[in-house]
């Protein structure tokens, strides 16, 4: 009897502490689903109205990964009124910031006006981006889009319409895009228009009227209205509509700054060379280059900078092609904003020797103008020589007489391997953390069972 009564206690006293470890687990559990949970639950509270159609969405670089809206407006009421006029959303947004962007597909009718404006609260940041805010990019697909408001279902274009113009719209200048990629409202050489910023939600005076300004659907009045302005038109607000509607719009959800960041980049140059006796000729180069970026204010130096044609050989007409920083210079360049995207442009002063030129080093008292539209750095994107063509002569040559001409020049680059972004804590970081909490207790659990 008391041996049974004993091996009873033991028995209780086991299953008490197996009922305590797996409590244990459960609360492990339990904090990371909340956890994961917290990471899952920001959102975007949205009052947005536009002249005709959208829709829109949040996600990575290369596109979002759902749509919210479809919203096609026929009616002036259907624009302005507080009853029936601009929409209200809260929707899921991603739980971090970095590396996410909020993009808007617009389109409109052939009369009158075109145009959107709105607010999206992000929970995450606590902070409200507004219409017209410079950040604010612009894409024309050069697809067509016309609301359906002779009825039936809209004409909004499918989010995977919407993620392949994304994916030409980052092609840029090599991109089917009408614009030929991302623009803000500075006009870039190798683009095609500028995204228009018209009037605030103020008054009724301008081209639009005043949108709802009280109430759950409320527009700040410090929001503006914004389309594509293609060709420098004095008002793209009114008709006719640009080329290339459908409009992608985009903004990141977070403030990214232009900080000080020296970077190596990988470069491949394409160009051509008017030489007096060959003619135009094509050559192409690879290599690297080191610079900094930094803000309005700040220098943009070049350090280094090598591309010649050795890995691809020869090159018609040109022999093997070399060109680098001409020391007598200092190359620089200029950051227009405090925060990305933002358009960086560079003035090169490069020396280049040629096989076919007798190997001479060849100089020119003029830069060679580059830009292109960024989103970080250290950049991947594809700068495009800008102004007049640039004459090199000789070194050491007195007269100063013109060997050959660069006549274009785009070149593509992308951080060199060891200088590219350090990828932060995703969501799927934290389904990992969980499986991984998850295991642990349970290795723990069974390795007490085994010993017991």
Same mark, same amino acid.
């Given at each position: 009897?008391?041996?049974?009564?004993?091996?009873?206690?033991?028995?209780?006293?086991?299953?008490?502490?197996?009922?305590?470890?797996?409590?244990?687990?459960?609360?492990?559990?339990?904090?990371?689903?909340?956890?994961?949970?917290?990471?899952?639950?920001?959102?975007?509270?949205?009052?947005?109205?536009?002249?005709?159609?959208?829709?829109?969405?949040? &996600?990575?670089?290369?596109?979002?990964?759902?749509?919210?809206?479809?919203?096609?407006?026929?009616?002036? &009421?259907?624009?302005?009124?507080?009853?029936?006029?601009?929409?209200?959303?809260?929707?899921?947004?991603?739980?971090?910031?970095?590396?996410?962007?909020?993009?808007?597909?617009?389109?409109?009718?052939?009369?009158?006006?075109?145009?959107?404006?709105?607010?999206?609260?992000?929970?995450?940041?606590?902070?409200?981006?507004?219409?017209?805010?410079?950040?604010?990019?612009?894409?024309?697909?050069?697809?067509?889009?016309?609301?359906?408001?002779?009825?039936?279902?809209?004409?909004?274009?499918?989010?995977?319409?919407?993620?392949?113009?994304?994916?030409?719209?980052?092609?840029?200048?090599?991109?089917?895009?009408?614009?030929?990629?991302?623009?803000?409202?500075?006009?870039?050489?190798?683009?095609? &228009?500028?995204?228009?910023?018209?009037?605030?939600?103020?008054?009724?005076?301008?081209?639009?009227?005043?949108?709802?300004?009280?109430?759950?659907?409320?527009?700040?009045?410090?929001?503006?209205?914004?389309? !594509?302005?293609?060709?420098?038109?004095?008002?793209?607000?009114?008709?006719?509509?640009?080329?290339?509607?459908?409009?992608?719009? #985009?903004?990141?959800?977070?403030?990214?700054?232009?900080?000080?960041?020296?970077?190596?980049?990988?470069?491949?140059?394409?160009?051509?060379?008017?030489?007096?006796?060959?003619?135009?000729?094509?050559?192409?180069?690879?290599?690297?280059?080191?610079?900094?970026?930094?803000?309005? &204010?700040?220098?943009?130096?070049?350090?280094?900078?090598?591309?010649?044609?050795?890995?691809?050989?020869?090159?018609?007409?040109?022999?093997?092609?070399?060109?680098?920083?001409?020391?007598?210079?200092?190359?620089?360049?200029?950051?227009?904003?405090?925060? !990305?995207?933002?358009?960086?442009?560079?003035?090169?002063?490069?020396?280049?020797?040629? #096989?076919?030129?007798?190997?001479?080093?060849?100089?020119?008292?003029?830069?060679?103008?580059?830009?292109?539209?960024?989103?970080?750095?250290?950049?991947?994107?594809?700068?495009?020589?800008?102004?007049?063509?640039?004459?090199?002569?000789?070194?050491?040559?007195?007269?100063?007489?013109?060997?050959?001409?660069?006549?274009?020049?785009?070149?593509?680059?992308?951080?060199?391997?060891?200088?590219?972004?350090?990828?932060?804590?995703?969501?799927?970081?934290?389904?990992?953390?969980?499986?991984?909490?998850?295991?642990?207790?349970?290795?723990?659990?069974?390795?007490?069972?085994?010993?017991?």
């Amino acid at each position: 009897m008391r041996a049974r009564k004993a091996v009873r206690m033991i028995d209780a006293r086991c299953g008490k502490q197996r009922r305590i470890r797996w409590v244990a687990a459960g609360a492990w559990l339990a904090i990371a689903l909340a956890a994961f949970a917290q990471a899952q639950a920001a959102t975007v509270d949205a009052k947005v109205t536009a002249d005709n159609g959208y829709s829109f969405g949040f &996600g990575p670089a290369s596109g979002p990964l759902s749509l919210t809206g479809n919203v096609e407006n026929c009616l002036a &009421g259907d624009i302005f009124n507080c009853s029936g006029g601009p929409e209200s959303y809260t929707v899921s947004a991603p739980a971090s910031c970095s590396n996410q962007w909020m993009f808007f597909a617009t389109y409109a009718d052939n009369t009158t006006t075109q145009g959107w404006i709105g607010q999206f609260l992000y929970s995450a940041t606590n902070k409200t981006l507004l219409t017209g805010d410079p950040a604010w990019q612009v894409c024309a697909t050069g697809t067509d889009k016309t609301p359906n408001c002779a009825g039936g279902p809209v004409n909004n274009p499918t989010l995977q319409e919407v993620d392949a113009a994304v994916v030409e719209c980052n092609k840029g200048t090599s991109g089917s895009s009408y614009s030929k990629g991302w623009t803000g409202t500075t006009q870039i050489t190798s683009q095609t &228009g500028v995204l228009a910023v018209g009037e605030d939600n103020t008054s009724a005076a301008g081209d639009f009227g005043l949108v709802c300004s009280t109430g759950p659907t409320a527009i700040s009045s410090s929001a503006k209205w914004m389309w !594509y302005n293609p060709d420098n038109r004095p008002d793209p607000f009114v008709a006719p509509p640009p080329p290339g509607e459908f409009l992608l719009f #985009r903004i990141p959800m977070c403030s990214n700054p232009v900080v000080p960041t020296d970077c190596t980049v990988s470069k491949v140059g394409r160009g051509k060379m008017m030489v007096p006796s060959l003619g135009i000729v094509p050559f192409s180069v690879t290599g690297t280059a080191t610079t900094r970026i930094a803000a309005t &204010g700040n220098p943009n130096l070049f350090a280094t900078t090598m591309l010649s044609t050795s890995e691809f050989g020869t090159v018609s007409g040109l022999g093997d092609v070399t060109i680098s920083l001409d020391p007598r210079f200092t190359s620089t360049g200029t950051v227009p904003s405090s925060s !990305y995207p933002t358009l960086h442009q560079h003035s090169v002063h490069a020396q280049i020797v040629c #096989r076919a030129l007798g190997s001479r080093t060849l100089v020119s008292d003029d830069a060679i103008a580059l830009e292109a539209p960024i989103d970080n750095g250290p950049p991947t994107a594809t700068y495009v020589k800008t102004g007049n063509p640039v004459a090199f002569y000789a070194l050491g040559d007195a007269s100063k007489t013109t060997v050959a001409t660069l006549t274009e020049f785009t070149v593509d680059v992308q951080p060199s391997i060891g200088d590219a972004a350090v990828p932060t804590l995703s969501q799927w970081g934290v389904v990992v953390l969980v499986l991984l909490m998850f295991g642990v207790s349970f290795v723990l659990l069974k390795r007490k069972r085994l010993v017991m």
